[in-house]
């Protein structure tokens, strides 16, 4: 036997240790808690992080400071920013397909078409970032001496509760659309498939996504989405992956500083989507400007 093969025998293999995404870094979760992650024939997998109230509650704080810098961003930037984490994603394509494959029991050749489908609509949503403006605002017809113009802006902090059962695309799928828009969001995993979320922090940190931005937590839905649904600088929140009696739960608690709620709905996620995610998630703005005083004729000048 060769010294590299002995060599190779007694190393010791280095296990990945997932941590939580809050504010650009990687802690581990405030209460030192974690839980064990298992594939689709129970075989253990990894130990996530099962995040707390704090964890949650700091997760607020990253997203909001994020968000004057990320709003105030050019869209052409932000499209420029989301469609590098496609270009990183691309380059890891491997380790995802893997851990897509074990999180929802896939074949590699199933888990890669997933991946790929993520890694597309992190494109398509890139190509949205400076036309939604076009599509849902505008010039408005007054009777008068007045322009009127009405612009979208992003509603702030959003709480997405990723989808359950489709770890990856689905998750992309509700993250995209807040971020594109200029929001900064809080992100629950799925309890049962958490890592390959945790694994995206990984790749939004390299990706030019600045701090704060997009926050992942991991640990039990229930648990971490209710201080989210109730607190007060929380503009919006997502349910996607809330049941029907977490949904309603958390839906009452977010009437207390009226966020908007996009209400759990059956969605294949495998379908290019339409825009509702993108509007779903703005505030208009109108604008009155005068023209100037009306001539005789009836022009203005």
Sequence with gaps: MSAAEKSEQQRL???????LYVGGKFPRSESGRVYEVTDSKG????????????????????ARKAFGGWAGATAYN???????????????????VREVADAEGLSKAKAAAVVDAAIDRWVWYAGWTDKIAQVVGGGNPVA?????????????VVTV???????????????????????????????????PALSLGE????????????????????????????????????????????????EIAAADNLKRVVRPQAVDYARTPGTERLTAFLETKTVWHPTGSLGASGSSY
């Design 203 to 250: 790749v939004l940190a390299t990706s030019d996504v600045p701090g704060g931005v997009v926050n992942i937590l991991s640990g039990r839905t229930a648990e971490i989405a209710a201080p989210l649904a109730a607190h007060q600088d929380v503009n919006a929140i997502d349910l996607a992956g809330a049941d029907e009696v977490l949904a309603k739960e958390l």
């Design 144 to 156: 008068g001496p007045f322009f009127n113009l009405s612009s979208p802006e992003p509603t702030g």
């Design 78 to 96: 932000r499209g420029q920013v989301l469609y590098r984490v496609a270009e990183m994603l691309e380059g890891r394509k491997e380790q995802f």
């Design 43 to 62: 075989k253990w997998l990894a130990n996530a992080p099962q995040s707390s109230r704090k964890d949650a509650r700091d997760a607020v704080v990253a």
């Design 161 to 195: 509760l990723a989808p359950q059962e489709s770890s990856f695309l689905g998750l992309v799928s509700v993250i995209a659309p807040v971020i594109a828009t200029g929001n900064t969001v809080i992100v629950i995993a799925s309890e049962k498939s958490p890592l």
């Design 13 to 19: 293999g280095v296990f990945k240790t997932y941590k």
